[in-house]
């Protein structure tokens, strides 16, 4: 068997072309176009070009992008009276801090200070919390994204067992929850686990977030299962490459995501249905 790729480019353009579809609907009805703040502190290269796709992303969707740069010597205190300020905006919709955050600053206290209703990175503990009570409002952008690409294979979800390997609290995590919330049977993976091997063998959906390379290895996947791998490592040859061992899992799976190519592109495009979602909401007035 050779697996069937997931075409991430494909399905995160279909995502974004939705998005852009209904927010010209929304100027159309006379609604202004939802806007997102994304907020950079200091000038690390990674952490650069993840905010300006962010914001390209913005361009191509008709949502309007406001860029606030802080130096990296930034206190807290100003970072905080910043996300106040952005909070109390009525034109602004989501409001996003780019992780990392310098050492200086407590990331938790950052995220805890955006309001749940403009959180569109989906990592604030209300967020999480609903997710995790199945009543999800704005939800986490990979894990999302990860299960849209599963959706657009047509995966069944109910009756099946999917294993998660990584247990962060922005993808493996919230992954789990997104996982239960479909109906599949959901295993967490993390460091501590006695056999990952056994556990990913007995997988008809593996989905993998932990950033090191060829810890799947390709003779664990069970035939015929769907494999998302979410990591993305740089080697030292240049290559971008994820936590699976591809070319062997490709043997065994039934559809599998490419790194680059698969889920890399959903959580920007994800964000940017985050940011239409609290736009609509905002347009709701609370009775
Ligand atoms: P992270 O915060 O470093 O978390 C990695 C997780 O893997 C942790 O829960 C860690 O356990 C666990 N882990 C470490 N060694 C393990 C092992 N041997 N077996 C099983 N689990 C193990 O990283 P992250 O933010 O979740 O990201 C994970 C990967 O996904 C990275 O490569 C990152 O670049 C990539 N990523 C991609 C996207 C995308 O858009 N494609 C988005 C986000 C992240 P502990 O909690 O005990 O440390």
Request: with cysteine; hydrophobic share 45%; charged share 25%.
């Amino acid at each position: 068997m050779t697996a069937q790729l997931i075409d991430g480019r494909a399905v995160a353009a279909a995502v974004l072309d939705r998005v852009l579809q209904a927010t010209l609907q929304r100027t159309e009805r006379g609604l202004r176009a939802p806007a997102l703040a994304t907020v950079l502190v200091g000038n690390d290269p990674a952490s650069e070009v993840y905010v300006r796709n962010k914001r390209l992303a913005c361009d191509k969707v008709g949502i309007r992008s406001i860029p606030v740069h802080f130096d990296a010597d930034v206190t807290q205190e100003k970072l905080l009276t910043r996300v106040d300020m952005l909070n109390a905006d009525p034109l602004i919709d989501g409001v996003l801090v780019q992780l990392p955050l310098p050492r200086h600053i407590d990331a938790t206290r950052v995220i805890e200070r955006i309001r749940a209703d403009k959180d569109v990175d989906g990592f604030h503990p209300y967020n999480l919390g609903r997710l995790a009570q199945r009543m999800p409002t704005l939800r986490p952008c990979t894990p999302l994204g990860v299960i849209e690409l599963l959706k657009s294979v047509g995966e069944p979800f109910k009756r099946r067992h999917a294993v998660v390997v990584g247990a962060s609290n922005h993808v493996g995590r919230p992954m789990a929850l997104e996982l239960l919330l479909t109906g599949a049977t959901t295993t967490v993976c993390h460091r501590f686990t006695y056999d990952l091997a056994e556990e990913v063998s007995r997988a008809d959906i593996v989905v993998v977030a932990v950033g090191r390379p060829g810890l799947i290895h390709g003779d664990w996947i069970k035939a015929g299962a769907t494999v998302i791998d979410v990591g993305m490592n740089r080697l030292a040859d240049g290559r971008l490459v994820g936590d699976c061992e591809f070319e062997r899992a490709r043997e065994r799976a039934a559809f599998i995501t490419p790194v680059p190519g698969g889920v890399g592109t959903m959580t920007v495009a994800m964000l940017m249905q985050n940011t239409l979602q609290a736009a609509e909401t905002a347009d709701t007035p609370i009775s």
